[in-house]
T-cell receptor
Framework: NAGVTQTPKFRVLKTGQSMTLLCAQDMNHEYMYWYRQDPGMGLRLIHYSVGEGTTAKGEVPDGYNVSRLKKQNFLLGLESAAPSQTSVYFC???????????FGQGTRLTVV | AQSVTQLGSHVSVSEGALVLLRCNYSSSVPPYLFWYVQYPNQGLQLLLKYTSAATLVKGINGFEAEFKKSETSFHLTKPSAHMSDAAEYFCAVTPRGYSTLTFGKGTMLLVSP
């Protein structure tokens, strides 16, 4: 019973490089979310999706893009990484709008 | 925009003492309210949630929270702290009719022997 799986768990990027974070869930959830967690800031929503083929901007979307081509996967892309994007990224999924959110283990990204 | 405020970035208690973590929301219409816990180097997991069925909500690990509309609060309590309760706790809200979950900045609970 995997739940929500994030890949990779750790990554170091140089400024200007690009990368894609993968989130996969096996619970057939409609809603998926990408958050970033920074010390003292809590979790801030980057982008989210309410179903396959849909995406929407959250609180801090600049510098990120997302895609939800398959219901079980939600990809987060950084086209040109900046040091300000150094953070821990969490993916989450829910069955409905006010259901329990299930989180992945996080991806620790460092941009140098 | 809907927001949630957690009072105190750190709370320290002794083992066996009462735990009280504070959360206030800003909305004229009561939202859905949640408490999540995060242990070191892990993702978040749900402790409990309020969806208007009952004002006193019981969760896992002996935690409970009371919804008070007049105070726009949803404080988390536990009668007797255990060492294993040391973690970061997040209050979160989903406004009625919306599909996003907004988190507070978190409160780190420290438990001393």
């Amino acid at each position: 019973n995997a739940g929500v799986t994030q890949t990779p768990k750790f990554r170091v990027l140089k400024t200007g490089q690009s990368m894609t974070l993968l989130c996969a869930q096996d619970m057939n959830h409609e809603y998926m979310y990408w958050y970033r967690q920074d010390p003292g800031m809590g979790l801030r929503l980057i982008h989210y999706s309410v179903g396959e083929g849909t995406t929407a901007k959250g609180e801090v979307p600049d510098g990120y893009n997302v895609s939800r081509l398959k219901k079980q996967n939600f990809l987060l892309g950084l086209e040109s990484a900046a040091p300000s994007q150094t953070s821990v990224y969490f993916c989450a999924s829910t069955e409905g709008a006010f259901s329990e959110a299930f989180f992945g283990q996080g991806t620790r990204l460092t941009v140098v | 925009a809907q927001s949630v405020t957690q009072l105190g970035s750190h709370v320290s208690v002794s083992e066996g003492a009462l735990v009280l973590l504070r959360c206030n929301y800003s909305s004229s219409v009561p939202p859905y309210l949640f408490w999540y816990v995060q242990y070191p180097n892990q993702g978040l997991q749900l402790l409990l949630k309020y969806t208007s069925a009952a004002t006193l909500v019981k969760g896992i690990n002996g935690f409970e929270a009371e919804f008070k509309k007049s105070e726009t609060s949803f404080h988390l309590t536990k009668p007797s702290a255990h060492m294993s309760d040391a973690a970061e706790y997040f209050c979160a809200v989903t406004p009625r009719g919306y599909s996003t979950l907004t988190f507070g900045k978190g409160t780190m609970l420290l438990v001393s022997p």
